[in-house]
C-alpha cells in the first residue's frame, strides 16, 4: 500500500528553538495532508489540514503562528514548531489520504528540555 | 459534538483468547467508522472500516460491526496471536471519505503466549 513517510523520528531540542518535523507521501500525490498531536494515554488530535499551495486550516485552539505548516508540493508536507517549549513536547502524526484510505507517518516525538 | 470512546487498556489476553474493545461513538449526521492499529515503532495502518449502520467491516480475523441504535462499533477476535499485540484506535468521520478522523484514545492490546 502507499506509504507516508515522517521524518524525524524522534527529537530533542532546547527551549526557544525551533523544529521542523516532514512529512512526504512516497507513492501518491497528496493535496491533502494532516496533521495530529497524541499526548500520553490520550487520542489523537487533529491539529491542523494542510492544503498543497495555500494556507493550512487549523482547529480551535491550535496557535498557527506557534505550528507554522507549509505544503510546497504535492508530497510533502512541514510542521514547525516554533519557539518551542516543554508543553509542546509530545507525539506528533501526520496523514495523507487518497481517495480510498488514509496513510499515516510514524509519528515524531518531540522532547522539548 | 463528534467524538469516540473506547475502553482503556492495557488489555492482557493469553494467545487464543477472544478478544473484545469496545467503542462508542456521538456523531451529527451518519458517520464512516474505522479500527486503526499501531504496531510498535510504525505508523497508523487501517484494520477495517464501515460506512452505513449494520455493515460488518473485517479483516485478518478481526471484525467489528456498525451499530446505529447503540452507538457502537466493538472490535472482535476469535483466537488472538502474539502478533496481534498493538495500540487499537477506533476513529470516525462525518466529513466523507477520510479526511479529519477523529480518533479515540486507543487500547494496547498485550498478547502473551
Known amino acids: 500500500g502507499a506509504v507516508v513517510s515522517q521524518h524525524p523520528s524522534w527529537v530533542i531540542c532546547k527551549s526557544g528553538t525551533s523544529v521542523k518535523i516532514e512529512c512526504r507521501s512516497l507513492d501518491f500525490q497528496a493535496t491533502t495532508m494532516f496533521w495530529y498531536r497524541q499526548f500520553p494515554k490520550q487520542s489523537l488530535m487533529l491539529m491542523a489540514t494542510?492544503?498543497?499551495?495555500?494556507?493550512?486550516?487549523?482547529e480551535q485552539g491550535v496557535e498557527k503562528d506557534k505550528f507554522l505548516i507549509n505544503h510546497a508540493s504535492l508530497t510533502l508536507s512541514t510542521l514547525t514548531v516554533t519557539s518551542a517549549h516543554p508543553e509542546d513536547s509530545s507525539f506528533y502524526i501526520c496523514s495523507a489520504s487518497s481517495d480510498t484510505e488514509a496513510f499515516f507517518g510514524q509519528g515524531t516525538r518531540l522532547t522539548v528540555v | 459534538g463528534n467524538s469516540v470512546t473506547q475502553m482503556e487498556g492495557p488489555v492482557t489476553l493469553s494467545e487464543e483468547a477472544f478478544l473484545t474493545i469496545n467503542c462508542t461513538y456521538t456523531a451529527t449526521g451518519y458517520p464512516s467508522l474505522f479500527w486503526y492499529v499501531q504496531y510498535p515503532g510504525e505508523g497508523l495502518q487501517l484494520l477495517l472500516k464501515?460506512?452505513?449502520?449494520?455493515d460488518k467491516g473485517s479483516n485478518k480475523g478481526f471484525e467489528a460491526t456498525y451499530r446505529k441504535e447503540t452507538t457502537s462499533f466493538h472490535l472482535e477476535k476469535g483466537s488472538v496471536q502474539v502478533s496481534d499485540s498493538a495500540v487499537y484506535f477506533c476513529?470516525?468521520?462525518?466529513?466523507?471519505?477520510?479526511?479529519?478522523?477523529?480518533f479515540g484514545a486507543g487500547t494496547r492490546l498485550a498478547v502473551h503466549p
Open positions: 476513529a470516525l468521520t462525518v466529513s466523507g471519505g477520510y479526511n479529519k478522523l477523529i
Open positions: 494542510s492544503n498543497e499551495g495555500s494556507k493550512a486550516t487549523y
Open positions: 464501515a460506512t452505513k449502520a449494520d
